[in-house]
């Protein structure tokens, strides 16, 4: 996607983004906007910052000057905040799961846990709304009266329910559905990390950001992680990828992006950037991928 083809309001947008640890500046003044669908991959050497940057995304990492964005709405603002991490999907260099639960009990705790805030939510609505609509039947009041909420599930039950076989369908996704009743020191790295993304997808999230996912795997274990990823990338979902792995980069890109030294220093689509890189930063980073 080409910068001037590119209209309409960013799923995400960053401006002035910095970020410092003490008197450490990580990034330095990075404005980027990701758009819906694209697939931005971020590149750089070890300690440019680009984890730091995927993390700000959705405020993993604070940042200490500068404003993210999702969907136009500032996501700092404790109104959205919670909103837009529900449709930010996350994951981790080191899988982050629960070692005490089950792989589906990993995928199901989140939507679980979030559909019953808003069952609680839709109920307390509903009490008030019975008392008014009473209060004005008794008083013969012409005032509308507040229509119900219409639950979606009724009670926590059906919410495991809908949870459980949800997990399964995703376990069958990703040929992980003989270990749902397994516990995460039981599966390889690969698998811990299959099931990972399937956790991040049981929220249907509209972004999907990736902390360098091949990072902590053996590189037999590696491609069967980058498939999936490519899978996920086939249905269109919106993606911001750190990782180390070049020519996945060049086949899942839309757009690639460089950092160095806490800025953005080149960015373009794959084949601009890996044939005909501008930066002699880039150009040096490149060459010893080579040798």
Do not use: W
Request: hydrophobic share 35%; net charge positive.
């Amino acid at each position: 996607m080409n910068e001037k083809e590119k209209t309409g309001t960013p799923v995400l947008r960053v401006e002035s983004l910095c970020k410092s640890f003490g008197h450490t500046s990580v990034i330095d003044d990075v404005t980027e906007n990701v758009y819906e669908g694209e697939i931005v991959v971020v590149v750089g050497p070890s300690g440019s910052g680009k984890s730091t940057f995927l993390r700000s995304l959705n405020l993993l990492e604070t940042p200490t000057k500068g404003d993210v964005y999702f969907e136009g709405s500032k996501i700092s603002d404790k109104k959205t905040l919670d909103y837009c991490r529900k449709q930010i999907g996350m994951v981790f260099q080191q899988f982050n799961l629960f070692n005490n639960m089950t792989v589906k009990d990993n995928i199901t705790f989140a939507p679980v846990c979030l559909l019953k805030q808003k069952l609680k939510s839709q109920k307390r609505f509903n009490r008030k709304a019975k008392l008014k609509n009473t209060i004005l039947s008794l008083f013969h009041s012409k005032k509308a009266k507040t229509p119900l909420i219409e639950y979606e599930f009724s009670s926590l039950r059906q919410i495991k329910d809908y949870a459980n076989e949800s997990a399964l369908t995703l376990l069958r996704r990703i040929g992980l559905e003989e270990k749902a009743d397994c516990y995460p020191s039981t599966l390889s790295g690969g698998q811990k990390q299959r099931v990972a993304i399937a956790r991040s997808l049981a929220l249907n999230p509209k972004v999907m950001l990736f902390d360098e996912p091949t990072s902590a795997l053996d590189p037999e274990m590696i491609r069967e992680v980058l498939d999936l990823i490519k899978e996920v990338v086939s249905e269109g979902m919106t993606m911001v990828i750190v990782t180390h792995e070049m020519r996945f980069a060049q086949q899942v890109a839309s757009r690639v992006i460089f950092f160095d030294g806490g800025k953005i220093v080149e960015e373009n689509t794959p084949q601009e950037f890996f044939n005909n890189p501008k930066n002699e930063r880039l150009k040096e980073f490149l060459s010893k991928l080579k040798e």
